[in-house]
């Protein structure tokens, strides 16, 4: 009984592990699942890390960016490919299908910021496995502008890459921008090249402005991804409204914290009204030596001013006078934070004539409680 | 039985062994390593394409450095937003990668930033005289800034007024090789003549000022501002009020000096300018 209750169980665990584990069928048709990671990595997703390679005409410096893209398949059998920036952030998506090996373009949109631009597919079909030619046109609105542009593949032929079978793609891409007072064209040559088990192994653009190229580095799951993209860093000088010192708790930024500029961004820069010799008369009055005993360093506040010349989001930051972190008395710190959070004659902030709200920043270095300067 | 069980269970395992794929395998470019070198350059140059100071400029330098710690561009890259947004220990810890790196590329940078931006003056003198030491017989500009020039300004702030008024010397004499005396900046004679007047040697803060001045064809609000308050303590008032009246005259034209991200060393403000007029009413 014992053995037909232990071969019963191998069987059951065998066949659940045929059934979770083994080779579900291709998922891409033919002849361009071949071209694409394996069934279960675009069942899981799966992203890519390449380089840009780009060069200007008559310059031999070569500038190298990083950008990534992944590819998902969705419940919808639609291959979701989205591309992302250096930062990791995704500033495009697409959604394809394949038929009888043409690569069709189901939706097309771009992210910038937190603006959505979805592009009109008039003609869907960005690549062609079984012919040479295949057409993708676009028209997208964006602000003034109107934007068309025109993909052709011109050819596709075989080729091999690292020893993998590979399909080469080339042709010309154009655009045109249209605003009421100006037309912008642009044309570029680019091949691209699909190689197995990977999808978009490179591309190569030639224009007459700049020449570029993508170079695949790694990929990865998009679980990995992921994981990278909580990467924790934020632009330098940002503060976090939610760990700000409580001076003005009533302050209010006139654009979004991810829009502030630096206060060095407006010309003329935002100093004090009157600047040093200003501040310092605004200052002098105040400073009690004896709330600086014991104090030596760097004391900054940083803090944003918004369009209205108002001062918030206060936020410390110290060195010792050996650029090392140190803390300073209590007392210090409350006294030149009270006067920091008083100063009430900043130069409302303006970028290009439009309301704009900046990062900012005072120190104070003291050596042994006595000797202040005001940087920058 | 057992038999039976052993032979269904090998049954079991050459089917799995045999219908499974193995698990793809994800693709690594290899870097050559005689390649790195030019690879983490080309990364920095990247920074053209970004902000900088935004995560993305920040990770690309990152990248830069995982192909050649030595480089110290990124590092350099990565100090530059810190010491223009505050961040006063970001900067010195990059900054410190940079010049033991690079030091004859980024130690005088590293000394103008002392002097500017920290107003540290050893600190300052220290880098500007170990890069001197780097380039025996030629004056160095980083920050298109002469470390002659600089340095001086560093001894006046440390009140070592003769050393200032040598070094300021120094610098005029070095430019004096290369162009005419109205080519050199109006704020090497300023600087000059006030380490001169806080020695208390009017007569020669007053020369110092009015060789500026004439330079300068008179365009300079801060010259003539110091040379107001010369003559006012050489017991001129009459002087020192056309000397003040002027200084207001160029500040409103435009002619005063100042500087990028940081307010300049005995910058002159419009205020300051009629407080000390009114000295004359």
């Known amino acids: 009984m014992n053995n037909l209750l232990y071969f019963r169980l191998m069987w059951g665990a065998g ?335 303006q970028l290009r004539g439009e309301p704009a709200d900046a990062y900012a920043y005072l120190t104070y270095k003291i050596q042994e409680g006595e000797q202040i300067e005001l940087l920058p | 039985m057992n038999k039976l069980n052993c032979f269904h269970s090998l049954a079991l395992l050459t089917l799995l062994l045999q219908s499974c794929q193995p698990k793809p395998v994800l693709y690594q470019k290899n870097i050559p390593e005689a390649s790195r070198k030019a690879l983490s350059r080309q990364l920095v140059s990247g920074h053209q394409f970004h902000y900088q100071g935004t995560v993305s400029e920040t990770l690309l330098m990152q990248e830069a450095l995982l192909y050649d710690s030595t480089n110290a561009v990124p590092y350099r890259e990565l100090a530059a937003p810190a010491v223009k947004r505050g961040l006063t220990k970001d900067f010195y810890r990059y900054y410190q990668g940079a010049v033991r790196h690079d030091p004859i590329e980024w130690q005088g940078w590293r000394g103008y930033l002392y002097l500017y931006f920290y107003h540290d003056y050893e600190r300052a003198l220290a880098d500007f005289q170990a890069l001197d030491a780097l380039t025996p017989n030629f004056v160095d500009y980083p920050q298109s800034t002469s470390i002659l020039f600089m340095s001086g300004i560093c001894y006046l702030q440390l009140e070592d007024y003769d050393q200032a008024i040598l070094f300021f010397d120094r610098h005029i004499n070095e430019e004096l090789k290369t162009v005419e005396e109205a080519y050199i900046g109006t704020e090497t004679f300023l600087f000059k003549g006030i380490a001169q007047y806080k020695q208390k040697d009017w007569a020669a803060a007053k020369a110092t000022f009015e060789r500026g001045l004439r330079n300068a064809d008179g365009k300079s609000a801060d010259l003539w501002f110091w040379l107001s308050r010369t003559e006012a303590e050489l017991g001129n008032p009459e002087a020192a009020k056309t000397a003040v009246a002027n200084a207001q005259l160029q500040f409103d034209r435009g002619y005063y000096h100042d500087r990028t991200y940081v307010d300049e060393f005995y910058q002159t403000y419009r205020e300051q300018l009629e407080d000390w007029a009114g000295h004359f009413e």
């Open chain 1, 15 to 349: 066949l659940c592990i045929l059934l979770s584990q083994c080779t579900r069928p291709a998922i891409l048709p033919q002849p361009v699942a071949a071209y694409f990671p394996a069934p279960t990595l675009l069942r899981e997703g799966v992203a890519q890390k390449y380089y840009f390679h780009y060069q200007r005409p008559g310059h031999s410096e070569t500038w190298t960016d990083i950008n990534y893209l992944s590819y998902q398949w969705n419940d919808a059998q639609e291959l979701v490919i989205t591309n992302y920036r250096t930062d990791l952030t995704p500033n495009r998506m697409r959604r394809v299908t394949f038929e009888e090996g043409q690569m069709k373009t189901l939706e097309d949109v771009q992210y910038n910021g937190t603006d959505t631009l979805r592009k009109t597919l008039l003609q869907p079909v960005m690549r062609n496995w079984q012919s040479d030619t295949a057409t993708s046109v676009k028209t997208s609105t964006e602000g003034i502008f109107l934007d068309r542009s025109v993909e052709r593949q011109l050819q596709r032929r075989d080729t091999l890459v690292e020893n993998r079978p590979a399909i080469l793609f080339s042709g010309v891409y154009e655009s045109v921008r249209i605003s009421d007072s100006d037309t912008l064209r642009f044309s570029s040559a680019f091949s691209e090249i699909y190689a197995e088990g990977i999808g978009l192994y490179g591309q190569a653009f030639q224009s007459d402005r700049y020449q570029g190229s993508l170079e695949l580095i790694e990929q990865m799951t998009l679980q990995e991804f992921k994981r990278r993209q909580q990467h924790g860093l934020e632009r330098a000088a940002f503060i976090d409204p939610a760990t700000v010192l409580g001076y003005r708790p009533d302050f209010k930024l006139c654009t979004r914290t991810e829009d502030i500029i630096d206060y060095y961004n407006p010309d003329p820069d935002i100093h004090y009204r009157g600047g040093k010799y200003a501040l310092w008369k605004a200052i002098k009055p105040q400073l009690k030596t004896e709330l600086l005993k014991g104090a030596s360093g760097y004391l900054t506040f940083r803090f944003v001013i918004n369009c209205e010349g108002e001062a918030g989001r206060f936020i410390l930051e110290t060195a010792d006078l050996d650029f090392q972190p140190t803390s300073f008395p209590k007392a210090t710190v409350a006294h030149l934070g009270k006067i920091t959070a008083g100063l009430t004659d900043w130069p409302p902030v």
